[in-house]
Nanobody, 118 residues
Framework: VQLQASGGGLVQAGGSLRLSCAASGRTFRWYDMGWFRQAPGKEREFVAALTWSDGKTYYADSVKGRFAISRDNAKNTVFLQMNSLKPEDTAVYYC????????????WGQGTLVTVSS
């Protein structure tokens, strides 16, 4: 699976952005998908995930109620809708994929930069 993230940019605090992650491969729908982020000087952290089998979603506490992950299997794309953005959301955002049940994400996109100004 090859992943291409897009949609990042500069936004004011309180604004919204929607990130997209286009995936190649016929079996996209069999993969759990996730979003991670890495802020300058910090380690990469989990943001959100979506399982393929039952569509369950998971979120980091820091983004619950503000971010929403979704997927369109027909378009091989996963989205991250980000609302009420805060300066601390500034980071490079990465999408990732893993085979359902795998303990780790196997495939990573190149990242897209989100900058939230105060």
């Amino acid at each position: 699976v090859q992943l291409q993230a897009s949609g990042g940019g500069l936004v004011q605090a309180g604004g919204s952005l929607r990130l997209s992650c286009a995936a190649s491969g016929r079996t996209f729908r069999w993969y759990d998908m996730g979003w991670f982020r890495q802020a300058p000087g910090k380690e990469r952290e989990f943001v959100a995930a979506l399982t393929w089998s039952d569509g369950k979603t998971y979120y980091a506490d820091s983004v619950k109620g503000r971010f929403a992950i979704s997927r369109d299997n027909a378009k091989n794309t996963v989205f991250l809708q980000m609302n009420s953005l805060k300066p601390e959301d500034t980071a490079v955002y990465y999408c990732a994929a893993k085979v359902s049940g795998s303990p780790a994400y196997d495939y990573w996109g190149q990242g897209t930069l989100v900058t939230v100004s105060s």
